[in-house]
Structures are given as structure tokens and as C-alpha cells.
């Protein structure tokens, strides 16, 4: 009986186990958990197709801005070539006519103080000195000699 009783325990062990075992297992519940991570999955894929869009959209967006930039360029080169060339004869002009062209302003300096500072001369600039007044030397008559003296 003794092997008879053991057997009959081993199967009650056996079925114990595998009692355990289905319980174990509707606790873990697969499928559950198999529907969670393929929403997660879904989600995460909704977002990259999302920002792939948006990105096409700002490519887009830059290729349009580009092509008026480029048409604005076409459109204002040659005045802008036409009036530097200007600019450049307009030195050598002023410079016969005993004017001082202004002075370029440095890059990356404020225009409006550029300009002002070419408007008014500072001391440190020597600018063309206006006419003066006659001289005082006056030669005295029948003499011969200078007088400077007079003024």
C-alpha cells in the first residue's frame, strides 16, 4: 500500500502543481499585456508618422521661402552692381573737386552712427580747411618791405 499511497501523493503533488501553475498564469494574463504593448506600439508610431509630416511641411515651407529670396536676389543684383559702380566713380569726383568722399562704414558697425560720424568731422579727422580770410602781411608803400603787424 505503501506504493499505492505514494503514487496517490505524488498525483495530488502533480495536480497541486499544476494548479498552481494555471493560477500563476491567469495572473499574468498575456493577452492583457500583449494589447497594452501593441498600443504602445501604435501610439509611438502615430507620433513618428506625425512628426515626419511636420517635418515635410517645414521643407516645404523653406523651399518656398527660398525660392523668393532667390527671386528677390534675381530681381535687385544689377541695380545694386550698377549703383556700387556708381559709388566707385563717385570717389575719384569728389576728390578732383576737393571734396572728401564720405568714409565707409566698417562692417558690423551701426549705420546711424555711421553715418553721423561722417556727417560731422571730429578733430581727430582732418577734413579740408575752409577758406580763410586775406593775409595781414600788407606791404607797406614805397618801402619795399612787409609789414605783418597790420590786422
Do not use: F, W, Y
Not at 569726383?93 to 546711424?112: D, F, I, Q, V, W
Amino acid at each position: 500500500m505503501t506504493d499505492r499511497s505514494s503514487a496517490e501523493r505524488l498525483a495530488h503533488d502533480a495536480l497541486t502543481a499544476l494548479t498552481d501553475l494555471a493560477q500563476a498564469l491567469r495572473t499574468l494574463d498575456v493577452v492583457d499585456q500583449g494589447r497594452r504593448k501593441t498600443e504602445q506600439a501604435r501610439h509611438q508610431v502615430e507620433s513618428l508618422v506625425t512628426t515626419l509630416r511636420n517635418v515635410g511641411a517645414t521643407l516645404d515651407n523653406l523651399h518656398q521661402l527660398s525660392t523668393r529670396v532667390t527671386a528677390l536676389l534675381d530681381e535687385i543684383e544689377e541695380p545694386v552692381k550698377k549703383l556700387a559702380l556708381v559709388a566707385d566713380q563717385l570717389g575719384p569726383m569728389l576728390a578732383m573737386l576737393g571734396m572728401k568722399p564720405p568714409a565707409a562704414p566698417s562692417p558690423g558697425a551701426n549705420p546711424a552712427t555711421a553715418t553721423q560720424s561722417a556727417a560731422t568731422p571730429s578733430a581727430a579727422t582732418p577734413s579740408a580747411a575752409p577758406p580763410t580770410a586775406p593775409s595781414a602781411v600788407t606791404e607797406s608803400p614805397g618801402t619795399g618791405t612787409t609789414d605783418s603787424s597790420a590786422g
